[in-house]
């Protein structure tokens, strides 16, 4: 199957500071990807869609201008966490789709601000 | 409206026995139905899917689903269950025409000795 990657797997950043999350599908070309942030034994929550070349689409309640979202190629979406407070330690997951119906997952991130 | 139930947000099995995780789904459009399986700090990893072919799915490590329209469900199920099989497990739903997932708030399976 199709394979995407997540990097950092985990980090730890200074309250203050930003964070960029890579994601990368390694043998397909994304048309879209998804981040989503996961709480402590919680499902997914989708933060936003973006699609190549566009802007993201942020979901109600997730401020764009502090998840900063870039889809600059078919095959890389960053997520950038700026000015990171503690309160945005969690497990953030990205997903890619090629536009069919199955979206591939990275490994995650784990976030935690101290 | 779209959404998906997981009935149960804890199973508990003891190994070798069944293992039967429930989901309904409410979906306006045609949908394709997705279980995911996912184990501490790690990503979603892809048991099954549905996509209007046929209703019974099989899928990884043993598991299969049956999609039943009438019902609207699409319960997850294992023969025998395995100490491996311990982790989070995820009902999702694809509404027809839409892109987005809809995601069940997830079941923990555990499972004992």
């Known amino acids: 199957g199709a394979v995407v990657s997540q990097h950092p797997s985990r980090v730890i950043c200074k309250s203050g500071t930003s964070v960029k999350i890579e994601c990368r599908s390694l043998?397909?070309?994304?048309?879209?990807m998804f981040w989503y942030r996961q709480f402590p034994k919680q499902s997914l929550m989708l933060m936003a869609t973006?699609?190549?070349?566009?802007?993201?689409?942020?979901e109600q309640g997730v401020e764009k201008d502090k998840f900063l979202i870039n889809h600059a190629s078919l095959t890389l979406s960053t997520l950038t966490v700026t000015s990171a407070h503690p309160e945005d330690s969690s497990f953030y997951i990205c997903s890619a789709s090629q536009g069919g119906t199955e979206a591939f997952f990275g490994q995650g991130t784990r976030l935690t601000v101290v | 409206a779209q959404s998906v139930t997981q009935l149960d947000s804890h199973v508990s099995v003891s190994e070798g026995t069944p293992v039967l995780l429930r989901c309904n789904y409410s979906?306006?459009?045609?949908?394709?139905l997705f279980w995911y399986v996912q184990h501490p700090n790690k990503g979603l990893q892809l048991l099954l899917k549905y996509t209007s072919a046929a209703t019974l799915v099989k899928g990884i490590n043993g598991f299969e689903a049956e999609f039943k329209k009438s019902e609207t469900s699409f319960h997850l199920t294992k023969p025998s269950a395995h100490m491996s099989d311990a982790a989070e497990y995820f009902c999702?739903?694809?509404?027809?025409?839409?892109?987005?997932?809809?995601f069940g708030a997830g079941t923990r399976l555990a499972v004992h000795p």
């Open positions: 999702v739903v694809l509404p027809g025409g839409y892109n987005k997932l809809i």
């Open positions: 043998d397909f070309q994304a048309t879209t």
């Open positions: 979906s306006s459009y045609s949908p394709s």
């Open positions: 973006s699609n190549e070349g566009s802007k993201a689409t942020y």
